[in-house]
């Protein structure tokens, strides 16, 4: 069935920011204007006054678990998570089980996408086989399979010369090389930020310089290499300096900031919330600055979520035998927006983290209504106040330390293809 969307703030990032009507025909964004008149008999209407109309979201960095650990989540569960939050592209990490280092895992997983047939899913390939660090996976095989990345996650190339061959192989498919930047030995088995909140409640810390270094190596490397490099969760000042630092010497570097990385501190550990443990850590009220700078000048290109789901049970495990991670598939328009009511970023500006700036971090075509482009958008109420509740989420977890928040802008409609995959009966009823 056909769409005409109307009467929306039509949000188009670099294109267009003005009221209008959006008509989809055949799956396809096929104008945008004012009070546009269609004769189609068959056309769905849907009225979009004090909505906000833009592309739908696109997420760099999520893990749906499957295969091997579906009773985190699994990828149907992700999906529906991911169209509730208004997210109509997602990027897979690959630390499954197996881990995705092969076109065998590659497949299952865009095959149980299209069985779920919510939001498009881009696997992101392992760099070494088994992401263990010693031998490079096949990164031909990775790309030819429909890898968009390649990636060992949380567990950091510790190997600098295994890194090397690794963007080297990369820069030959043009694919990204995305990095969890933290050095290991440093680390040391670290469970939070280390400074005072982690030295007052005796809990071993993680120093911001664990990222910095590794992110100062990285760099070099795609320097000298000349490859793609995509920097993951970025969370420190000594982070945010090296990127803009690269970028204005005009490597190919780009980079991601999480939603819990410019709302919450450390002090959100106080309380041994095993919901506010994740890596890299909370850091300070100073990180916080520095990242949120990195957004308003273009160091830092995209919003991700890290989504990371875990079980109940594990995470009421004591603090440091705890997993790492939070999931953020549904949290993430609020407080982005929050970034906007703050004056940190224009709607605009904002919303171009969410789509425009992702998608061309990896070369995807995801994140924009020109003309001719997939009809993936979303509807947003940006006044509707409502309570982050974890037991509504669409995802199997329950980890966020955001549970009973107050919160500002909400998902109303997420189309994929022209086609309704989420709708907020119970607001918009």
């Not at 495990?317 to 939070?326: S, T, V, Y």
Request: hydrophobic share 40%; with cysteine.
């Amino acid at each position: 069935m056909n769409m005409l969307i109307r009467g929306g703030q039509v949000i188009d990032p670099g294109r267009f920011n003005g009221s209008a009507d959006v008509l989809i025909v055949d799956g396809k964004i096929s104008a945008i204007d004012k009070k546009l008149q269609v004769k189609d008999e068959n056309l769905r209407v849907v009225d979009a006054k004090d909505y906000i109309v833009c592309p739908g979201f696109v997420d760099l960095h999520v893990h749906f678990r499957e295969p091997g650990f579906e009773y985190k989540e699994t990828i149907a569960s992700g999906v529906a998570s991911a169209v509730a939050g208004g997210f109509t592209a997602v990027c897979c990490m690959p630390n499954t089980k197996p881990v995705n280092d092969c076109q065998a895992v590659t497949d299952l997983i865009l095959k149980q996408a299209e069985r779920a047939h919510k939001a498009r899913v881009y696997p992101i390939g392992a760099i070494t086989k088994g992401s263990e660090g010693k031998e490079l996976a096949e990164i031909g095989e990775l790309y030819e399979s429909g890898c968009v990345a390649i990636s060992d996650d949380g567990r950091p190339v510790m190997n600098g010369f295994i890194m090397r061959r690794a963007m080297e192989y990369a820069k030959t498919f043009n694919l990204p090389v995305v990095d969890h930047c933290e050095d290991l030995h440093l680390t040391n088995g670290g469970s939070m930020h280390e400074g005072l909140v982690s030295t007052e409640m005796g809990i071993p810390g993680i120093p911001a310089a664990a990222e910095d270094v590794m992110v100062a190596r990285n760099v070099a490397l795609a320097e000298m290499t000349g490859a793609r490099l995509h920097l993951a969760h970025v969370s420190t000042v000594g982070s945010v300096r090296s990127i803009r630092e690269a970028k204005a010497r005009g490597l190919p570097v780009t980079a991601e900031v999480c939603p819990h990385h410019f709302t919450l501190t450390d002090e959100a550990v106080r309380a041994f919330n095993t919901n506010a443990k994740m890596n890299p850590p909370l850091r300070t009220n100073t990180d916080i600055t520095a990242v949120r700078e990195g957004l308003q000048d273009g160091t830092i290109d995209a919003i991700a979520t890290d989504h990371a789901p875990h079980a109940v049970q594990e995470k009421e495990l004591q603090f440091d035998e705890a997993p790492f991670g939070i999931v953020g598939l549904e949290t993430a328009l609020p407080l982005t927006l929050r970034l906007v009511e703050e004056g940190v970023l224009s709607l605009e500006d904002a919303i171009a983290k969410l789509t425009k700036g992702p998608a061309q971090a990896f070369n995807l075509t995801d994140g924009t209504l020109s003309v001719g482009a997939n009809a993936d958008l979303v509807l947003i109420d940006p006044q509707q106040e409502w309570t982050i509740d974890p037991t509504k989420f669409h995802s199997k977890g329950r980890n966020t330390p955001f549970a009973g928040w107050q919160v500002k802008g909400k998902v109303m409609l997420t189309i994929v293809s022209g086609e309704i995959v989420f709708e907020d009966t119970a607001s918009s009823g």
